[in-house]
C-alpha cells in the first residue's frame, strides 16, 4: 500500500507494509552480549509491567499471568556479539499453544489444498469433463486461507496495546547505551537549511 501526500514544493510516498504474522525488528546497542541481557533481566525483575527469563544468548519478555489473555504477545530476543556492541534479534510471537494452533489449521488448509487439487486433477484427467472440485473446493480453500490470516492480524490488533509495553520496557531496559534499529541508518551530522 503506498500513501502520497502532496506539498506545494515535494511529494512524499509512504510505504505501509502488510501485517506480518510474526513482526520481527534488530536492535543495535553499544555493550556486550552478556551485559544486553542483564540489563533485560534486571529491568524484568525490578517492573511489575512484565515478567520474562534470561538464559544466554537468549530472553523473553511477556506479561505478567494477571494481564495475560489469549492473544498476549511475546518478545523473543536472541542477542549476538557484533563489533562494538551487541545486536539483538527480537521477535515479537503470540503464547506457544495459540502459534501451535495457528501453524495446525494452515496445514490443515494446505493439506486440504493439495487433496482438492490433485482430486480435481484426476476427475479431469480420467472423465475429461470440468473438475467440479476444484471449482468449488479451491476457492473455499482460499478463504479458509484469508479468514487465517485476518485472524492473525485481529490478534495482532488486540494485542497491540501489550505490544507496545514490551517495546516500551525493552527500550527501558537498554537506555543509556544507545540503542538504534539495526537498518536505521547512523546520521549525526548537522544539516543545512533547506537540504534534504
Do not use: K, N
Not at 494481564?67 to 518478545?75: E, G, K, V, Y
Amino acid at each position: 500500500m503506498r500513501a502520497q501526500l502532496e506539498r506545494p514544493d515535494a511529494t512524499l510516498a509512504i510505504v505501509v507494509p502488510p501485517p506480518r504474522i510474526r513482526p520481527s525488528f534488530e536492535l543495535f546497542v553499544d555493550v556486550p552480549a552478556a551485559e544486553a541481557l542483564r540489563l533485560v533481566e534486571a529491568r524484568i525483575e525490578a517492573s511489575e509491567a512484565v515478567r520474562g527469563w534470561v538464559a544466554l544468548p537468549y530472553a523473553e519478555l511477556r506479561m505478567p499471568e494477571r494481564d495475560r489473555f489469549r492473544w498476549s504477545p511475546r518478545l523473543a530476543l536472541y542477542a549476538e556479539d557484533a563489533p562494538g556492541g551487541t545486536t539483538l534479534s527480537c521477535r515479537l510471537q503470540p503464547e506457544p499453544d495459540v502459534w501451535t494452533a495457528y501453524v495446525a489449521l494452515w496445514a490443515a488448509v494446505i493439506v486440504a489444498g493439495l487433496g482438492v487439487t490433485m482430486y480435481g486433477l484426476s476427475q479431469w484427467v480420467v472423465s475429461g469433463g470440468v473438475p467440479w472440485v476444484m471449482l468449488v473446493g479451491l476457492p473455499v480453500i482460499g478463504a479458509l486461507a484469508g479468514l487465517l490470516y485476518a485472524g492473525a492480524v485481529v490478534g495482532q490488533r488486540r494485542g497491540a496495546a501489550q505490544t507496545w509495553l514490551l517495546e516500551r520496557e525493552l527500550q527501558a531496559a537498554l537506555d543509556g547505551h544507545g540503542p538504534r534499529l539495526v537498518d536505521e541508518p547512523i546520521d549525526d551530522l548537522p544539516r543545512a537549511r533547506g537540504s534534504r
